[in-house]
């Protein structure tokens, strides 16, 4: 099967950076996926990783690193606008469809 | 140019009741996915449809159906309503099949289904 793990919730104030990870088991996996959710909302893409490395667009940055089966989103200079749920998503190619992690909650206080 | 759009945006039912949800793709896009959030948890998938037919199906009974027409609209027919069926169900599309290249998903802000 395939899953995806992150943590629940992150806390911090504006300006701070906070980093949410996934990790995932699987095999033949393609990529992972970010996208945010504000409350109400619904989910919007952010970033995609195909290769190693490190994808960046502007305040956030996301990470993968296949062999270690994991990702992580980075969130620079926080902003209050930034407190949404993010959730991590990856394909199998061979079943076409995009998993999503449990998603994270993140808090940003002034 | 519109986005995803569903209907309804709320709909009540009781148990063993049939709910039909409905989801209308960005202009152009073939490809069509479910999927169930339960309160304050992750995105389970339902279905996948492509060009009329389905290609995927996640790990949900038989109960759940759907369907995608030619104009690629689609609708999520849920039967015999159970009251753990109470969910926000989202329907997302993508210009093509999300494959071993990437395509990313966009989004409707879905149906809340509450089964009383």
Redesign the interface.
């Known amino acids: 099967g395939q899953s995806l793990e992150q943590p629940s919730e992150v806390t911090a104030v504006e300006g701070a950076i906070v980093q949410i990870n996934c990790t995932y088991q699987t095999s033949g996996f393609y990529g992972l996926s970010w996208y945010q959710q504000h409350d109400g909302g619904a989910p919007t893409f952010l970033s995609y990783n195909a290769l190693d490395g490190l994808e960046e667009t502007g305040r956030f940055s996301s990470f993968l690193s296949r062999s270690d089966s994991y990702g992580y989103l980075l969130l620079q200079e926080l902003q209050m606008k930034d407190s949404a749920s993010y959730f991590c998503a990856g394909i199998k190619a061979a079943g076409n469809k995009l998993t999503f992690g449990g998603g994270t909650r993140v808090l940003v206080k002034p | 140019e519109a986005g ?1 759009t569903q209907s309804p945006t709320h709909l009540i039912k009781t148990r063993g009741q049939q709910a039909t949800l409905r989801c209308s793709p960005i202009s152009g896009h073939t490809s069509v ?1 479910w ?1 169930q959030q339960a309160l304050g ?5 339902l279905l ?1 449809y492509d060009e009329g037919e389905e ?2 199906r ?1 790990n949900f009974p038989p109960r759940f159906s759907g369907r995608q027409f030619p104009n690629y609209s689609s609708e999520l027919n849920v039967n015999a309503l159970e009251l753990e069926d109470s969910a926000l169900y ?1 329907c ?1 599309s993508s210009l093509a ?4 290249g ?1 395509e ?7 149906t809340q289904l509450s089964v009383l």
């Open positions: 995803v996915y999927y948890l992750g995105l389970q998938f996948w290609r995927n996640g989202l997302a099949r999300v494959a071993i990437f990313k998903l966009f989004f409707g802000s879905g």
